[in-house]
């Protein structure tokens, strides 16, 4: 787990213990081996405020996982960095969103193992930017209100994003988490 100083990185630890999983956290400035292929799969958390050497290590991290096939979860800013080191964009919001909302998914969703079989999701939103366009073979499965590309992935390199904040959202983000651990 790459700990990009998030409010919630205790959350996303206390996630990984409830589902009883063997994990490592690191903090972005602590990762110096961006070769290292002994993790399995990598999460990158949120953030509460911007940096540029968290965006040039999570970068590298993203960029050499992809080469490597290990799998990534990107929360909220690790989404975002995700969209952005591999060719999509973001952009800023009206106004910042800290609140539960439904997350719906769309019918190509039910081929993806790692989702929970439902049409939508509660989770809990927090962030002032969203990915406005996602990357080249990647595939947007669920929207919002807020966002278009609440979660979006690329099947074949198990490279995954999510605007919203699991570790936040109760049953449904905790499953969202055990079914990415288990890909």
């Keep these: 787990m790459v700990d990009n100083l998030s409010p919630y990185t205790g959350d996303i630890l206390l996630c990984l213990e409830r589902l009883k999983t063997r994990y490592a956290c690191k903090k972005f400035y602590e990762i110096t081996d961006y070769q290292n292929d002994s993790f399995e799969k990598v999460i990158l958390s949120g953030r509460s405020k911007p940096c540029r050497d968290t965006n040039i290590a999570n970068t590298k991290i993203i960029l050499n996982c992809r080469f490597i096939d290990t799998p990534i979860l990107g929360i909220c800013y690790g989404a975002e ?14 106004s910042p969103v800290r609140e539960m909302t439904r997350v719906l998914l769309s019918r190509s969703a039910e081929v993806y193992s790692m989702l929970p079989k439902c049409s939508e999701l509660y989770v809990y939103e927090s962030h002032a930017y969203c990915v406005a366009r996602i990357p080249q073979q990647f595939v947007s499965i669920a929207t919002s209100k807020y966002c278009e590309n609440e979660i979006f992935l690329q099947p074949r390199k198990k490279l995954v994003g999510v605007q919203f904040h699991p570790e ?12 990415f651990l288990c890909m």
């Design 81 to 94: 960095i995700m969209a952005l080191a591999l060719g999509g964009s973001i952009r800023k919001m009206m």
């Design 168 to 179: 936040k959202s109760g049953d449904d983000g905790l499953k969202l988490l055990s079914d």
